[in-house]
């Protein structure tokens, strides 16, 4: 990735295999999303059509939902964690974070 080239404006966020592409202005957004697919796609790597949200103002990401200011987890992440058993020792706490 650090071989492609973005405009100043937008950003490239990578985890691992996920990728993120944020930017102010919509036009900017697109045209480095498809410059990226081309670069990886000369690079012999594919993109999963299935996981793929072209220009959204929001999207899920990492199992939390981005937008314009804001971040929220996805309602199951949610009951996993409300799920867990409250911690009863010093290492329980640890184990939890």
Same mark, same amino acid.
């Given at each position: @990735?650090?071989?492609? %080239?973005?405009?100043?404006? %937008?950003?490239?966020?990578? $985890?691992?295999?996920? @990728? /993120?592409?944020?930017?102010?202005?919509?036009?900017?957004?697109?045209?480095?999303?498809?410059? @990226? +697919? #081309?670069? *990886?796609?000369?690079?012999? +790597?594919? %993109?999963?059509?299935?996981?793929?949200?072209?220009?959204?103002?929001? %999207?899920? $990401? *990492?199992?939390? @939902?981005?937008?314009?200011? $804001?971040?929220?987890?996805? #309602?199951?992440?949610?009951?996993?964690? *409300?799920? +867990?058993?409250?911690?009863?020792?010093?290492?329980?706490?640890?184990? +939890? /974070?």
């Amino acid at each position: @990735l650090k071989q492609s %080239v973005t405009p100043k404006r %937008v950003q490239i966020i990578q $985890y691992m295999d996920d @990728l /993120l592409i944020a930017g102010e202005k919509e036009e900017e957004v697109k045209k480095a999303t498809i410059e @990226l +697919l #081309n670069f *990886l796609g000369r690079k012999g +790597l594919k %993109v999963s059509k299935r996981k793929l949200q072209f220009a959204k103002r929001e %999207v899920w $990401y *990492l199992g939390h @939902l981005i937008g314009k200011g $804001y971040k929220k987890l996805s #309602n199951e992440r949610i009951e996993v964690i *409300l799920s +867990l058993p409250s911690p009863k020792t010093k290492r329980d706490v640890q184990k +939890l /974070l």
